[in-house]
C-alpha cells in the first residue's frame, strides 16, 4: 500500500500567520500529503513563524532545537522554516540550524509543496525568499482550514505604512489588495459550506481598496458583504486609526452582520511618543477616532495593542498610556514591551528605556486595564447574550463562546452546540471573560 506522506504546521503569532498555516497545508493536501497533529512521525515538518518581537524568533529557534531530535531520528523528514521569521533571518537560520531544508518568506505560502519536493529530491536546501519583484496573486486554490464555522480571510497583504518599531513592512512587503469580487466569492463558497463568521484579514485593514474599482472602500465592501445571506459574523483586522473613515463607523453601525467590536492598535497614549513611532496621529486624533465609534447608535467594543518602553518614553510620556486607557476604557488590550528589530528606524533612538523599567510599565499597565475589565465586564450580570459556542472550554464549563463585541463567555451545554449560535444569560464574571447559564 502507498501511505500518504504526512505534514506537520506549527505555527508562531498572528491570526494572519494562522491563515498563512491553512494556506500551506491546503496546497500540501492537494499535493497529496496528509496533515498530522503531531511532529513524530511526519515527513515533513514546518514552522511558520514570526518576527514581530525578539521573543518569538528566540521562540522559534527553541522549537527548533526540539525539532532536531525528529531529523535525527529519520534523517529524511524535511524541516522547514517559513514565514516573517524566515524573511527576515534568511540564511543564518541554516547556519544556526543546518538541518532545515526548506526556507520561505510569507508571500510563499504556495510555493511550499515545490520547495519541499525540490529539498526532498536534491537533499540541499532549497530557499525562496525573493519579495515583491514577482508579486503573487493573492488568490489561494487550497485553504485547509481548522475552524468548520469560523474562517479567515485574506483581502490585503503587506503595508505601506513606515511604524518607526515595526518590522513587518520588510516581512511582508508592500500592501496589495485582492480584488472585491474574489472576495466576495471566496465569502459566499464559504457559506455555502456551513460557515457562519468571517474575519477579513489585512495589515492595516481598512486601507483595503479593490485595486481596479477604486470606488469600492473597504466599508463599501463590509457594505456587499454584510448582504450574504447565512453569513452571521463578520469581523476585521487591524484597522488602522487614520484609514476609520464615517463612512465606516456608518456601515457597521447600519449592519448588525458587522461584529460590534473594534480592535484599533493606539501603540502609546503620548503624542510625542506617537510622532517618534511614526504612528500618523496625535492622542487627540485617536481619541476623535474612538469617540466616532463610540457616538454608533449600537455599542461598539474597543480594543487595542499598546507598546511601552519605546525609545525616549519617560514616565510622563507613559502616564499618557494611562490616562488614556482610562479615558477609552478598552474592552480589552494587548500589552507589549518595545523590542528593537532589525532595519527599523526606532533602533537609531536615543533613550532606550531599561528593561526592568519595561517590565514595571507593563505590569502597572495590565492591572489597571485589569481593573477597566473588571468593572465593564461586571455590567454585563444578568444580560442576556447571544454566543456562537466555539469550542469545549478549558475549565469547570463545557463550552465557551464569543458575543458579537468579542466577550468570551463560558457556559455548561451540550457538545451539538458548537459551531451554532445559542442564547446565555450572565451569571457570573472576571476581568477575562463571562461565564453564564444557557437560557431555553
Ligand atoms: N498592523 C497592525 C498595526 O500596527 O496597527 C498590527 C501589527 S503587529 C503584528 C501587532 C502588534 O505588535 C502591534 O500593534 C504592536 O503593538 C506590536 N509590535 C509591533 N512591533 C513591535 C515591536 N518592535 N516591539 C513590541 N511590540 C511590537
Not at 522547514?80 to 543564518?92: F, R, S, W, Y
Not at 477597566?372 to 454585563?380: G, M, T, V
Request: charged letters at 30%.
Amino acid at each position: 500500500m502507498n501511505m500518504a506522506k504526512k505534514f506537520f504546521i506549527e505555527t508562531f503569532g498572528c491570526q494572519m500567520n494562522e491563515l498563512d498555516s491553512e494556506k500551506i497545508a491546503g496546497s500540501l493536501r492537494h499535493g497529496g500529503m496528509e496533515p498530522t497533529r503531531e511532529p513524530a512521525g511526519a515527513d515533513v515538518i514546518i514552522l511558520n513563524t514570526c518576527s514581530v518581537r525578539e521573543k518569538a524568533v528566540q521562540k522559534a529557534y527553541a522549537r527548533l532545537g526540539e525539532i532536531k531530535h525528529h531529523k535525527k531520528q529519520r534523517d529524511e523528514v524535511v524541516v522547514g522554516v517559513v514565514g516573517c521569521m524566515a524573511q527576515l533571518e534568511g540564511e543564518k537560520i541554516l547556519a544556526r540550524a543546518p538541518f532545515v531544508s526548506v526556507l520561505a518568506g510569507p508571500q510563499k505560502s504556495h510555493a511550499i509543496p515545490g520547495l519541499v519536493a525540490e529539498a526532498t529530491a536534491t537533499r540541499r536546501a532549497a530557499i525562496d525568499l525573493r519579495m515583491d519583484e514577482d508579486p503573487e496573486p493573492l488568490e489561494t486554490s487550497h485553504v485547509l482550514r481548522e475552524n468548520p464555522w469560523r474562517a479567515g480571510i485574506t483581502i490585503s497583504e503587506g503595508c505601506n505604512r513606515k511604524c518607526s518599531f515595526c518590522v513587518v513592512p520588510f516581512t511582508r512587503g508592500k500592501e496589495r489588495n485582492r480584488e472585491s469580487a474574489n472576495i466576495l466569492r471566496e465569502v459566499h463558497a464559504l457559506v455555502d459550506q456551513g460557515y457562519v463568521e468571517v474575519v477579513l484579514l489585512g495589515q492595516t485593514v481598512n486601507s483595503y481598496r479593490d485595486p481596479f474599482r477604486r470606488e469600492i472602500t473597504f466599508a463599501r465592501l463590509l457594505e456587499q458583504l454584510a448582504k450574504i445571506d447565512g453569513l452571521r459574523r463578520i469581523r476585521f483586522t487591524s484597522p488602522h486609526p487614520n484609514d476609520f473613515s464615517d463612512e465606516l463607523v456608518e456601515v457597521i453601525d447600519a449592519c448588525p452582520t458587522v461584529c460590534n467590536h473594534v480592535h484599533m492598535p493606539v501603540q502609546s497614549g503620548s503624542t510625542r511618543v506617537l510622532r517618534a513611532m511614526r504612528r500618523g496621529y496625535s492622542r487627540r486624533k485617536y481619541l476623535d477616532t474612538v469617540n466616532r465609534i463610540k457616538a454608533a447608535r449600537r455599542p461598539i467594543a474597543i480594543s487595542a495593542d499598546i507598546i511601552v518602553g519605546f525609545p525616549g518614553e519617560e514616565e510622563e510620556d507613559f502616564q499618557d498610556t494611562i490616562s488614556l486607557i482610562d479615558e477609552v476604557q478598552y474592552d480589552s488590550v494587548f500589552s507589549f514591551k518595545y523590542s528593537p528589530r532589525p532595519s527599523t528606524p526606532a533602533l537609531r533612538l536615543p533613550g532606550e528605556v531599561p528593561d526592568e523599567e519595561k517590565g514595571r510599565r507593563l505590569s502597572f499597565l495590565q492591572e489597571r486595564q485589569k481593573l477597566i475589565q473588571y468593572n465593564i465586564n461586571a455590567s454585563y450580570m444578568g444580560r442576556v447574550e447571544e454566543i456562537l459556542v466555539d469550542e469545549r472550554a478549558r475549565a469547570r464549563f463545557s463550552l465557551c463562546g464569543r458575543t458579537s463585541n468579542n466577550k468570551i463567555v463560558n457556559f455548561d451545554g451540550p457538545e451539538s452546540l458548537l459551531g451554532r449560535f445559542a442564547m446565555v444569560e450572565i451569571t457570573g464574571f472576571s476581568a477575562n471573560s463571562l461565564k453564564g447559564r444557557l437560557k431555553g
